[in-house]
Nanobody
Framework: QVQLVESGGGLVPAGGSLRLSCVASVASGNIFRIDTMAWERQAPGKERELVAA???????TYADSVKGRFTISRANAKNTIYLQMDNLKSDDTAVYYC????????????????WGRGTQVTVSS
């Protein structure tokens, strides 16, 4: 069973910074490969939206609303991705979810997508 666990959320004033982390782990066997990973967010009353994604080779993409303020990165050896969020705005308040397009484990050698349970980010104005 693969798990994605997010951390780093919290309450921060507008203009502040937070760094989110997401670690992929597996209960049995090892992780063989992880393809593109991403951060999504969902604000109250709104649909979930893609914030940033990063390929296995490290190529990032960003939503227009966060370009220039957020930076996504990954450490493949640690099965971890990060989201550095700077100059936070009240509109960034949301639950942030980690997502992986496909994780293949040595136990199954079959890939499927996974999502974490989310971490709350609240930006006070």
């Amino acid at each position: 069973q693969v798990q994605l666990v997010e951390s780093g959320g919290g309450l921060v004033p507008a203009g502040g910074s937070l760094r989110l982390s997401c670690v992929a782990s597996v209960a049995s066997g090892n992780i063989f490969r992880i393809d593109t990973m991403a951060w999504e967010r969902q604000a109250p009353g709104k649909e979930r939206e893609l914030v940033a994604a990063i390929t296995s080779r490290g190529t990032p993409t960003y939503a227009d609303s966060v370009k220039g303020r957020f930076t996504i990165s990954r450490a493949n050896a640690k099965n971890t991705i990060y989201l550095q969020m700077d100059n936070l705005k009240s509109d960034d308040t949301a639950v942030y979810y980690c997502q992986a397009d496909s994780i293949i484990t040595t136990a199954t050698m079959m890939g499927r997508p996974y999502w974490g349970r989310g971490t709350q980010v609240t930006v006070s104005s």
